[in-house]
């Protein structure tokens, strides 16, 4: 078994938020292409839902060690290193991330709230520090970029519940929502929530609100315009699918952005960042009165 048969075939245009955009510098891409074909191989192992536990375990290993240069034996592992090595950057990130996929194969259920933002600071964190490092920005911003990743995996959690149990018996809405709601993870193999889930879900999108008004400032923190404008657009996704999350039924209903929904959203949003940043570094003039 290698990670090369376990691949699930997705790409960047697959995900629910930009991945190194053409508002990136053309300079960074390559260097965050390597970093996400990594993560993208390792998020297949981790997801697929017919391999053995040890077998999965193994491939991790593997990619830890090509990415460590103690082996070769995963080519996305081997071209991340020889890409941080090209640009003077650490593996720590990389290694963070393959512990959320060595989780996410033997850790199925998370009991609450701090526990599920445990699993975040190795799953999503990890990749906005990681983009920050690429471009030199101060690690400052990592407090708001830790929030805004977080909110963004919780989303991705949320939107996906009942496939993640139905296809891997992976449950990430803590435990003790249901307990409270006097439900059973279970109710996640049905075809609509009932109303006592829905309640859970949205108890949950108000909590990711909280972690948005954290990031709002993100954008503003990033010297980089490029990457700020590209951080503004991905705030404003995150805004609007967290409100679709208060009255869509992921069990029943389409949260996903449609690829036009979410161009329009990115055209408003980048528009607006990039008009803002332009007035705020405009030389005030001298009013005579």
Known sequence: MTVAELSSGKDKGDENFPVAS?????????????????ARAADDVADNSTA????????LEGMRASLTAESSSSREAA???????????STQHG????????RDVTKLRYADWPDLLGYCRYSAMPVGRFVLDVHGESRSTWLASDALCAALQVINHLQDCGKDYRTLNRVYIPLDRFSRAGLDPQVLA????????LNVIAD???????????????ASQIRDHRLATEVSVIQALAESLTDRLRWRDPLADRVH???????MIA?????RSLFLRSISKSPTKMVRI
Do not use: C
């Open 22 to 38: 053409i508002l990136i510098r053309p300079r960074h891409r390559p260097v965050i292409h390597a970093f996400y074909r990594f």
């Open 52 to 59: 053995p536990v040890e077998g999965k375990l193994a491939l």
């Open 79 to 89: 071209a991340l290193r020889e890409a941080l090595l090209e640009r003077g950057l």
């Open 95 to 102: 290694l963070d991330l393959l512990e959320a996929f060595r």
């Open 190 to 197: 049905q075809q609509e929530s009932p109303p006592a889930l």
């Open 204 to 218: 949950l999108a108000q909590q990711v609100s909280w972690l948005l008004e954290q990031s709002r400032p993100f």
């Open 257 to 263: 952005h449609t690829k036009v929904e979410a161009l």
């Open 267 to 271: 055209l408003g949003s980048a528009g």
